[in-house]
């Protein structure tokens, strides 16, 4: 399974965009639409919307020219008209709701911001997007639950298996009542990426933001935002981090295949602490053992690990080796 590249390119960014104006489009036309009914309904309600419309207008007018008693006035008169116009849209079954429009994320009213910041919808599109792109949503439709078999494991090593796949259900069935972390240890080949995928399927498949990097990905994401210029580091910080902190799902592939260094240690302890802190799941796998975690990450983050995640060590069967064998006979 492949990375996303982040971050997004302009062309992606304005497809992005495109749609959010296309989503506004269709909230005005159905507004309009609802408003026109409404009034052939209600006709009534011109007046009383003309009468608001001109009161607003006086209270401009009056904050301009520092009159109270006038401001006190048409604000008495305001509250009036507008339980008025309250009660005559529930006489016909409507509430003032009804007159706004409908956005498919309230939060931004569909445009793809809170203020500055990128909304928590926009990265769901942003993620939804590099996965279409770089075509990890066909990989998911070949690796998932669905396809997954025990037939490759024997003995012991199926009864392990059930248990982890046990285990990686109740992860997603529990994950948006619970915070919960897990970590996967084994050798090359035993089937770790795979249920990370069967994971990652369930979860996007729920409207989820799941973000997929291999180990090396990560440093190299995070060494842009440290090492960039000054003048460009803001702008790699908002384009880097909200993945790697805010996205729903963090799977770090491959722990321990990196070039391990003081920088991607340090930079490892800030990604998993400041996840736990923000109650943000996190989904690791390594082919290294418990021992060399310690040796190559520091006891620090071991204990992290330790004490705030759910730990699943594969069976040593190589299936990618058996898949093959079967395969060629």
Not at 50 to 61: E, F, I, N, T
Not at 185 to 201: M, R
Not at 241 to 247: A, E, I, T
Request: charged share 25%; aromatic share 10%.
């Amino acid at each position: 399974m492949g990375g996303i590249p982040l971050p997004l390119m302009n062309a992606q960014y304005d497809a992005i965009m495109r749609s959010y104006a296309s989503k506004r489009a269709i909230s005005r036309r159905e507004l309009e639409e609802r408003v026109m009914n409404i009034q052939k309904q209600v006709p009534e309600l011109s007046s009383l919307d003309s009468s608001l419309a001109s009161l607003r207008a006086g209270k401009v007018r009056a904050a301009i020219e520092n009159d109270p008693k006038k401001l006190h006035d048409l604000d008495k008169k305001l509250a009036e008209l507008t339980a008025e116009r309250e009660r005559l849209l529930k006489a016909h079954g409507y509430t003032l709701s009804d007159l706004n429009p409908s956005y498919s994320c309230p939060d931004c009213q569909d445009t793809g911001y809170i203020g500055t910041e990128k909304c928590h919808c926009f990265l769901q599109a942003e993620i939804n997007l590099l996965y279409h792109q770089s075509h990890l949503k066909e990989i998911l439709e070949q690796e998932n639950f669905n396809t997954f078999s025990y037939s490759w494991y024997e003995g012991p090593d199926r009864e392990i298996m059930r248990h982890h796949v046990m285990d990686a259900e109740l992860f997603i069935e529990s994950f948006d009542r619970k915070f919960q972390n897990i970590l996967l240890l084994g050798k090359v080949g035993t089937g770790k990426t795979f249920l990370s995928n069967c994971i990652a399927k369930e979860l996007m498949d729920t409207g989820h933001s799941v973000v997929y990097l291999t180990a090396f990905q990560l440093f190299q994401l995070l060494s842009k935002v440290v090492f960039s210029g000054q003048s460009n580091r803001e702008e790699a910080f908002r384009q880097t981090y909200p993945y790697v902190f805010d996205s729903d799902l963090l799977i770090i592939d491959d722990l321990g295949t990196e070039l391990p260094n003081s920088f991607t240690v340090s930079q490892f302890f800030l990604c998993i602490n400041e996840r736990i802190l923000r109650r943000k799941s996190t989904l690791i796998s390594s082919n290294l053992n418990m021992g060399a975690l310690e040796d190559t990450y520091s006891e620090r983050i071991l204990s992290r690990i330790i004490s705030n995640y759910t730990i699943l060590q594969f069976p040593e069967t190589d299936i990618r080796v058996r898949k093959k064998l079967h395969s060629l006979t």
